[in-house]
């Protein structure tokens, strides 16, 4: 699976668009991106995945570059029980999944 | 229909003794997930199984560490002996192949060896 580089931390006041970057610049044609968040004491939850083209669902967007080597997660509002760490995923299948550090999303009240 | 059910929740045991955790993934799911969390290393997937069979245990720490899935329904992680650095939290996680790798995880078992 490709590696990404996501910031360890952001902050994001509450109300607010919250974006939260990750780097892949060696993604390879089949993969997709993934992410996931883990709120304190909690397993990880699955938030939304893409290929290439941006996705949306009731939770996030999924903004991916034309070239796909970078992606955001956007939040459009957040909130504070959007606290928690991000972790963004790379992976062509059914391979081992592996979690890096993730960003650690603190949203301000 | 219920997530990925894990037990005991909580444990706390003395060094030495043997630990069994337990696992149940979501019904239909044919990939199970265990992994281990701490501070210090993060989320690290230590073995996964496809249709009951272990696919891949490379991350398995060393030979105290032990994995089964007798049938699609159950798992098990069994440490023997326990170690206070194996104190962690521990989750266990499941997917079917369709969807790829979004996986389902259960809420983790604590496990403190003093």
Redesign the interface.
Known sequence: DAKTTQPPSMDCAEGRAANLPCNHSTISGNE?V?W?R?IH??????II?GLKNNETNEMASLIITEDRKSSTLILPHATLRDTAVY?C?V?G??Q???????TKLQVIP | DAG?IQSPRHEVTEMGQEVTLRCKPISGHD?L?W?RQTMMR????LI?F?NNVP??DS?MPEDRFSAKMPNASFSTLKIQPSEPRDSAVY?C?STV?IS?????????SWLTVV
């Open positions: 997709y993934y996931y883990q004491s909690q397993g990880p939850q699955y995945h972790y995923i992976s299948g059914y081992k999944v592996t979690f890096g550090i993730g | 990925v990939y997930f992994y993060g989320l690290e997937l996964y496809n696919i891949d991350g989750f996680a192949t790829g790798n979004t996986i389902y995880f259960g809420e983790g």
